[in-house]
């Protein structure tokens, strides 16, 4: 894609996850052609840039992201030519396509790694992924998922092999921050050097193919043991630079988004953003209530966004400020909700609290990203069963935010004509579940809510991605400026808050519920939102 990568600074993206979006076939299981069919409501939520979660050949033992083939499409979804049109018909409505990169590691199935485990040893190239004879005495614990740890071989070659996540999810050999024992290669040897470059070719092909760039999982988990020594991965940082450089000269326009925050390196950044995730104690912060299980990467406390009022910003305002203090243009990613855990609107957390978090979230200096069914109030479902790696521990399971999307009041609510048994995840029994076509015949609705919101941001500069954001109040109401032109004020919490600012003498209400301004003094009520243009 032509032209310069600067768009993402004023992006709205979407995040799909394909296997349960639309169903046009079927099967039970969401595909390409579905969001082709669905691409007119995409395009009237104003979001202009659409993430999809791995949509590449798999045996889906982790739902995608353990890929088989990273230049095919899976075959439940459709095919390449279904995702060319899609990023065609995409584009004229204005809107680009992210893929999820898996740059760390592959499937068991991968051709790559089968021609290992059926050699008798290391490949004349270089080994594509970790081989030891024996297993390493100074180990990962493989305890938890995502934890790298030695597996032992399951074919003809002898040994074990080192896996990123799952033990089917060889880690891909980038090499060794140190290389003291024979199976630990250094970052210039054949086999990183050959990983790299398919990485380069893989990306290639899709951008050749009209793809605006990448989401990558796990993007600093490719060099091994990186960042034990010195802070921050800078051999990892480094092999980003490098493809960075790359893609700035061969493909200007398109951009790579790191899973998470990229750790700041002596060099310059090579991702275009950071992403604070929702898995993360600046996400979780604000929206965690703990009803979808237990995060097991950090202590649970009470969310900002709560009816009770106990929680603070404090996590998530450091982490941004360290952020700005050090680049003030950097962009920030920032998500309703995603893929790996739980919704807005989960456990407790009712539709009428929604307006405050949606407003938070697409009025602050961040880019905002919705997660799919969230611009109708859909909730998490506790309880469901293990489909395709969801389950990470008894208190983590990832399955309650990947249900079917709730299109109407028909079979499967709208997803697929599918048995329900044959259905990917149950849909939401409730039989006043959230749908689109209700949503539309209600100008209150949470649906008519998101397309305001980002309909006023997109007229309001001040409320996008570039103007700075100041906090006047970091309590119950939530206030900051935009800009200096507008205040903006949330109450997340069942009581009434207020302040008082100067900013809101005789500001101009732009989109309000349960604000009332007098003179200085801003009054907000229970689960109140507003923005005002104040000068």
Not at 2 to 31: H, K, N, T
Request: charged share 25%; hydrophobic share 40%.
């Amino acid at each position: 894609m032509a032209g310069s990568a600067d768009w993402l600074r004023d992006a709205v993206l979407y995040e799909i996850y394909p296997q349960s979006f639309a169903d046009s076939d079927g099967d039970g299981i969401g595909d390409l052609r579905g969001v082709i069919e669905r691409l007119d409501h995409i395009a009237s939520l104003g979001v202009d840039t659409l993430w999809f979660n791995p949509c590449f050949a798999s045996p889906f033992v982790d739902a995608g992201y353990d890929v088989a083939d990273y230049l095919r499409i899976a075959p439940r979804y459709g095919t390449n030519d279904d995702m060319v049109e899609l990023v065609a018909k995409a584009g004229e409505r204005g809107i680009r396509v992210l893929l999820d990169l898996v740059a760390g590691h592959t499937s068991v199935e991968h051709p790559w790694f089968q021609r290992e485990l059926h050699a008798a040893g290391p490949d004349p190239e270089g080994d594509r992924y970790v081989w030891a004879a024996e297993e390493p005495r100074r180990a990962w614990s493989a305890d938890l998922p995502g934890t790298p740890a030695w597996v032992p071989s399951p074919g003809p070659r002898p040994g074990w092999y080192l896996k990123n996540f799952y033990d089917e999810q060889p880690a891909l050999n980038f090499g060794w921050a140190t290389t003291d024992e024979p199976w630990r290669d250094a970052v210039t040897d054949p086999g990183p050097r050959r990983n790299v470059q398919a990485l380069k070719d893989v990306m290639a092909f899709w951008f050749e193919r009209g793809v605006a760039g990448f989401r990558v999982d796990m993007a600093f988990s490719l060099v091994k043991d990186d960042g034990a020594a010195a802070r921050g991965n800078p051999l990892t940082a480094a092999l980003w630079r490098e493809i960075r450089e790359w893609m700035d000269a061969t493909h200007p326009g398109a951009v790579i988004v790191p899973e998470g925050d990229e750790p700041r390196t002596a060099g310059p950044l090579a991702f275009h953003a950071d992403f604070l995730l929702v898995i993360k104690e600046e996400h979780a912060s604000l929206f965690d209530n703990h009803a979808a299980g237990l995060l097991p990467f950090q202590e649970p406390r009470d969310p900002f966004f709560d009816a009770a009022g106990r929680g603070s910003t404090r996590p998530f305002l450091d982490a941004w400020n360290a952020i700005r203090d050090a680049d003030p243009a950097r962009p920030v990613i920032l998500s309703t909700a995603d893929h790996d855990f739980d919704r807005l609107c989960c456990g407790p957390r009712t539709a009428e609290q929604l307006g405050a978090a949606l407003t938070f979230l697409f009025t602050w200096g961040s880019v905002p990203c919705l997660y799919y069914g969230d611009e109708i109030g859909m909730r998490y479902l506790p309880g469901l069963p293990e489909v395709e790696g969801s389950i990470c521990n008894p208190a983590y399971n990832r399955s309650g935010c990947r249900t079917p999307m709730q299109w109407d009041d028909g079979p499967n609510a709208g997803f697929s004509a599918a048995d329900p048994a044959r259905l990917y995840l149950p849909v939401d029994p409730d039989p006043d579940r959230p749908t689109v076509a209700a949503q539309e015949r209600d100008p209150d609705s949470t649906l008519h809510l998101v397309r305001r919101l980002v309909a006023l941001r997109r007229a309001t500069p001040a409320l996008g991605g570039r103007a700075g954001t100041r906090v006047i109040h970091d309590g119950y109401p939530l206030a900051y400026l935009r800009g200096d032109t507008h205040l903006v004020v949330v109450n997340p919490r069942r009581e009434p808050a207020g302040i008082g600012t100067p900013h809101a003498r005789g500001a101009e209400p732009l989109l309000v519920h349960g604000v009332e301004v007098d003179g200085d003094a801003v009054s907000v009520a229970g689960f109140g939102y507003g923005v005002f243009a104040i000068g």
